[in-house]
């Protein structure tokens, strides 16, 4: 069962449990008022550095540690696996020095499917202090096992609400919200609305012909050109810029795309709905794309970086008010 909860996404939804592993894991999940149903622990001394108040609400199992690293698909397991309520993050008390660094920067994740890299773009969200962390259907679970260790805590840092459809996004989105989108598009080319939407992009454009279609890479950062596309699908025009410019007014959410897909015609829309743009990460000629990852953290703490220097500004007017 323990094995079944960590591997099967459809398990873990039916009986609402997922498996944290590892004592910084199990130790950050209980002191954000995750429901601890299940401790297994190879020897005592692994559960006193746990707080032992929400450890009296729970099944204390003592196991052989070979039975943990038999269940574990850790290469050095450390004696310790947590079966937990799902969380709510609703119900989540966050960190009050995450809250009090909180900013109104938002990420949406769209087609997100390797572990390794939700889970590091989780993280970097956290830590550019990120107020909320969206994912639409077709991401990764957040609490595949992999997830969660890619994530070093991060799941229970800051509100993530998964498997949203595009037309509940809105929703849970501040009011005047303005959602850019992170791609690779340089905002010096020519820039015309796509009609066929392949993979992630159109055809190429031919050089000084402007009449051919120009290929809207909808891509933070495509690993893999998607050999399927959906034809007739509009994509509507956004400004694009790079990404160290003004992007950030208050508040602000970033869209990244996945790494087969890219950016989807929800995403775009979405995007232009709200008067956003493509913030554009430029790379060395004949370099497709970076990972998703990575482009994420780049464009997240760059959000940062403008939003505090907007936030410092500010502070500076009401101190000295221009006369």
């Not at 707080?51 to 850790?74: G, H, T, Y």
Request: net charge neutral; charged share 25%.
């Amino acid at each position: 069962k323990v094995v079944t909860i960590a591997k099967s996404k459809k398990f873990r939804d039916h009986h609402g449990k997922v498996l944290l592993e590892g004592h910084r894991l199990i130790k950050d999940a209980l002191e954000a008022g995750a429901v601890l149903q299940t401790l297994f622990f190879s020897t005592v001394g692994h559960l006193k550095e746990l707080p032992e108040a929400e450890l009296k609400r729970a099944n204390l199992v003592k196991v052989k540690f070979e039975d943990i690293k038999s269940w574990s698909d850790l290469v050095t397991p450390q004696g310790l696996i947590g079966i937990f309520s799902k969380p709510d993050h609703a119900k989540m008390s966050y960190p009050a020095a995450q809250l009090t660094s909180s900013l109104p920067l938002l990420l949406i994740c769209d087609n997100i499917r390797d572990p390794g890299n939700l889970g590091t773009i989780l993280r970097s969200a956290a830590g550019a202090g990120c107020e909320k962390v969206l994912l639409t259907k077709g991401c990764v679970d957040p609490w595949e096992p992999k997830v969660l260790r890619a994530g070093m805590g991060a799941h229970f840092r800051l509100p993530i609400v998964a498997n949203l459809d595009w037309e509940s996004v809105p929703s849970n989105l501040p009011a005047s919200v303005q959602v850019c989108v992170a791609d690779n598009k340089d905002p010096g080319a020519q820039a015309e609305t796509v009609s066929v939407l392949r993979g992630a992009g159109g055809a190429d454009a031919a050089p000084g012909n402007p009449k051919a279609p120009v290929k809207s890479k909808a891509k933070a950062a495509p690993e893999h050109e998607d050999a399927e596309g959906a034809a007739g699908v509009c994509i509507p025009e956004l400004a694009a810029q790079y990404y160290y410019e003004n992007w950030t007014q208050t508040p602000v959410a970033v869209v990244i795309g996945g790494e087969t897909h890219g950016l989807s015609p929800d995403a775009l829309h979405l995007a232009a709905s709200t008067g956003g743009k493509r913030l554009v990460i430029p790379v060395v000629p004949g370099v497709d794309s970076l990972n998703s990852a990575i482009a994420a953290g780049i464009v997240l703490f760059e959000g940062k970086r403008q939003l505090l220097r907007r936030h410092k500004q500010e502070d500076e007017r009401h101190k000295f008010p221009v006369v």
